[in-house]
């Protein structure tokens, strides 16, 4: 047993089914945030390895497309029942890898069951339309065909529902995943892969080899999966600088891409605020996950009647936030993931020190109890009287409060930044509310009223626009970023009747 706030990680593997990484010796050591000790060290893939991995899930795109996407379906409720099982044991392994309170954990956990649920029902219902034809006895059709293998990128901050959110759906639609999980986070990776093979193990032969396969490594391996053109399709999670890199390169050799990159969210509380709604989601949204969401709030715009009854509140719950282990009992923030991130953390604010903001909380806590892990207390930053907005996206619990007096404003100083994820409004005035989500109101992909701009449902398209990419993952009709569209006409006439009224008569 180690030492985890009386968790016994051995058990957490054990359960998990992967007791045998603890006792790898691998070039990939990975470190809990939670107190800065090496939780195992495992082993990166070589080039060759990806190599062979890209030409592996070639051939079982070949034997999994022409599964009946009813039955591959069963394979992700039988990967949706496994994840029931071990809920809380691999909840409490992202706690651990990823510092997120157990709660979150367990969150996440629950975000990957929902898009198995989600991707089942998607699997008896990858419609296609059909389309009048201008011409006598012919229909169109439209079908939606696999597209191929899928290179899945994710990011640290949620290792294993974003997986799951492309996995889920990539498999219902015909397509073998190769994930590249963040370095940060290989070990709940591992977990997730056993849980896949143990799906397929259930399944039956019907499940090819290699239907998803796992690429530890940094950057470069990566890089080498996105530049292949047996990858039909790569979804990337990250920072915007990750994605300007991805892009053209997936571009350049005519593949998909689906892109969820950096937020730069904000909430707008107008005068008819309910305001204790706000104030929870406020603080929910900037402190949760550490401030490490790319939903978190970072913004928010208050309108000057209600300024001083909330700011203060806000202020004084900073105060009072419990910040310790992710698993301890009653822990609202965890610590960041490592030491980048709290230097990252401190610039932010000193630029904006130097600007002359008032800044409440920061810096280092709990320093004496975990030497090595880097807690920090949120802060708040009051923009007031500066007139610059905050446009870059730091990946830390730091809110930027501004004032406004007039929406129209407020939306626009909302609107006016690279990114385009996740945006609310808290008001009981329909016309602020209809007039945010109408054409000239949030330019995000995600626009809230009376809700935080983090902890959407699977259930929507998640996305954003602007540097944040435009993909969209998870519910609506993500899935079609995963298909190829094929449209077909049929002719079941005795003519052939040329398309826009054409005559061509070939004479023998
Ligand atoms: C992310 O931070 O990359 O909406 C994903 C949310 C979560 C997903 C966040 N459901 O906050």
């Known amino acids: 047993m180690r030492d985890n706030v009386g968790l016994d990680v051995n058990k957490v593997f054990e359960e998990l089914g992967i007791s045998d990484v603890l006792s790898q010796s691998g070039?990939?050591?990975?470190?809990?945030?939670?107190?800065?000790?090496?939780?195992?060290?495992?082993?990166?893939?070589?080039?060759?390895?990806?190599?062979?991995?890209?030409?592996?899930?070639?051939?079982?795109?070949?034997?999994?497309?022409?599964?009946?996407?009813?039955?591959?379906?069963?394979?992700?409720?039988?990967?949706?029942?496994?994840?029931?099982?071990?809920?809380?044991?691999?909840?409490?392994?992202?706690?651990?890898?990823?510092?997120?309170?157990?709660?979150?954990?367990?969150?996440?956990?629950?975000?990957?069951?929902?898009?198995?649920?989600?991707?089942?029902?998607?699997?008896?219902?990858?419609?296609?339309?059909?389309?009048?034809?201008?011409?006598?006895?012919?229909?169109?059709?439209?079908?939606?065909?696999?597209?191929?293998?899928?290179?899945?990128?994710?990011?640290?901050?949620?290792?294993?529902?974003?997986?799951?959110?492309?996995?889920a759906l990539a498999i219902v639609c015909g397509d073998p995943v190769i994930w590249k999980p963040s370095e940060k986070t290989p070990l709940t990776a591992i977990a997730c892969q056993q849980m896949f093979l143990d799906a397929c193990a259930k399944f039956g032969a019907d499940a090819p080899e290699n239907l998803s396969q796992l690429l530890i490594g940094e950057a470069e391996i990566g890089a080498q999966m996105v530049a292949d053109k047996r990858m039909s399709v790569i979804s990337a999670t990250g920072s915007t600088a990750?994605?300007?890199?991805?892009?053209?390169?997936?571009?350049?050799?005519?593949?998909?891409?689906?892109?969820?990159?950096?937020?730069?969210?904000?909430?707008?509380?107008?005068?008819?605020?309910?305001?204790?709604?706000?104030?929870?989601?406020?603080?929910?949204?900037?402190?949760?996950?550490?401030?490490?969401?790319?939903?978190?709030?970072?913004?928010?715009?208050?309108?000057?009647?209600?300024?001083?009854?909330?700011?203060?509140?806000?202020?004084?719950?900073?105060?009072?936030?419990?910040?310790?282990?992710?698993?301890?009992?009653?822990?609202?923030?965890?610590?960041?993931?490592?030491?980048?991130?709290?230097?990252?953390?401190?610039?932010?604010?000193?630029?904006?020190?130097?600007?002359g903001a008032d800044i409440t909380g920061g810096g280092r806590a709990l320093v004496d109890e975990y030497p090595e892990a880097f807690y920090v207390n949120p802060a708040v930053v009051e923009m007031s009287g500066i007139a610059d907005n905050v446009k870059e996206e730091t990946f830390a619990p730091i809110l930027y409060v501004f004032r406004y007096s007039d929406l129209e404003e407020a939306i626009e100083r909302q609107n006016d930044v690279p990114q385009g994820l996740s945006s609310a409004i808290f008001t009981r005035d329909v016309l602020e509310a209809e007039t945010f989500t109408a054409e000239a109101g949030s330019d995000c992909g995600i626009a809230n009223v009376n809700i935080g701009t983090s902890g959407a449902e699977i259930g929507g398209a998640f996305g954003g626009e602007k540097e944040t990419g435009g993909g969209r993952e998870s519910g609506s009709d993500a899935w079609k970023g995963y298909m190829r569209r094929m449209t077909s006409t049929l002719n079941y006439s005795k003519e052939l009747p040329l398309a826009q009224g054409i005559k061509f008569s070939v004479g023998e």
Request: proline share 5%; charged share 20%.
């Open 242 to 355: 990750m994605g300007r890199k991805v892009a053209p390169i997936v571009a350049e050799r005519f593949g998909k891409v689906i892109l969820e990159l950096g937020g730069n969210n904000a909430i707008i509380v107008a005068p008819s605020a309910d305001l204790d709604l706000a104030f929870q989601a406020i603080v929910f949204g900037a402190v949760g996950t550490c401030g490490q969401r790319c939903t978190s709030t970072r913004r928010v715009f208050i309108h000057d009647d209600i300024y001083d009854a909330l700011v203060p509140r806000i202020k004084k719950a900073y105060g009072g936030l419990s910040l310790g282990h992710p698993m301890a009992e009653g822990t609202l923030v965890g610590p960041l993931i490592d030491g980048m991130s709290f230097d990252l953390m401190e610039t932010a604010l000193d630029k904006v020190r130097t600007m």
């Open 27 to 167: 070039n990939l050591p990975v470190f809990s945030p939670a107190d800065g000790k090496k939780l195992a060290s495992v082993q990166m893939h070589t080039s060759a390895q990806c190599d062979a991995m890209m030409s592996d899930a070639e051939d079982a795109f070949k034997a999994w497309r022409i599964i009946p996407a009813p039955r591959r379906g069963e394979l992700i409720r039988l990967l949706g029942e496994i994840l029931r099982e071990k809920k809380e044991a691999l909840g409490a392994l992202v706690s651990l890898e990823n510092g997120k309170i157990f709660q979150e954990g367990l969150g996440e956990v629950q975000e990957m069951i929902d898009i198995c649920d989600f991707a089942v029902g998607v699997s008896r219902q990858l419609y296609g339309l059909t389309i009048a034809s201008e011409r006598p006895g012919h229909k169109m059709r439209e079908y939606w065909q696999p597209a191929g293998p899928v290179g899945v990128i994710s990011a640290f901050n949620f290792p294993v529902a974003v997986w799951a959110w492309n996995t």
